[in-house]
């Protein structure tokens, strides 16, 4: 029985870890920001998903499975909203310095609150 | 089986740090964002494998706690950009120095 677990575990972790690999490659190969905020939060994810999925039975307790899944779940969440944010931080960037660069010409309006 | 995940842990670390060193390099301060993003997903799955290989169930506390700096990480520096509402339109082609 542990021998179809530790071979069970082996093939997710791999899997999860192959995840990981693309994650990272296509981290660093994409050209623009936001495709590379894509590649970073899907695939890393995928892969968090997977080495979980593959730990849950070398799990000490069924507590520290469901840890596991808790830690994966907040990852999850967290990954969505960090893309949301860091997506408006490049707009935020590119208004600010088109609003710098509006203000060498005129002067800067009043931000909206 | 612990010596197994012990050397995906490592090969996990491998990885995050080849995308931080070639992050880091990027130029602009996001893709630098970007990097601990990564670093903090990867360093997630490097305590989560760690875990049965040591068989202390704390590291997983560690990991739960590391998944929420990441992600007020991201939080704070969008708060750094201050109250400006950036207009919609087309994202910029931010080119790679």
Redesign the interface.
Known sequence: MSLLA?AF??VF??A??GF??A??LG??RL????S??HA??KA??V??AL??LG?LP????VL?AA??V??WL??QL??G??AQ???????????????KDAGDAAPPEE??? | ?AD??FA?AT??LL??A??LA??WWAG?D??R??AV??LG??G??VL??L??AM?D?SL??T??LL??L??LA??A??AA?????????R??????P
Request: aromatic share 2%; charged share 10%; with cysteine.
């Open positions: 530790s575990t082996l972790v791999a999860g870890i990981f690999a994650g990272t981290l660093v050209p623009g920001t936001l590379r905020i970073l939060t890393d994810n892969g968090l080495i979980v730990l070398q799990a000490a307790s520290d840890k596991m808790a830690i907040l990852a967290a990954s909203a960090v944010v860091m997506a408006e931080a490049v707009m935020a960037e590119a208004t600010l310095a088109e609003a931000s909206r609150p | 089986m197994l995940l995906a090969l996990l990885l995050a080849a995308g070639s992050l602009n996001l893709d964002m970007l993003q990564l997903a990867a997630i799955a989560l494998l875990t049965p068989g169930s997983l506390d990991a739960l998944a929420l990441a992600a991201a939080c520096y969008r950009f201050g109250p400006t509402r950036p207009k919609a339109g994202p910029p082609a931010a080119p790679r």
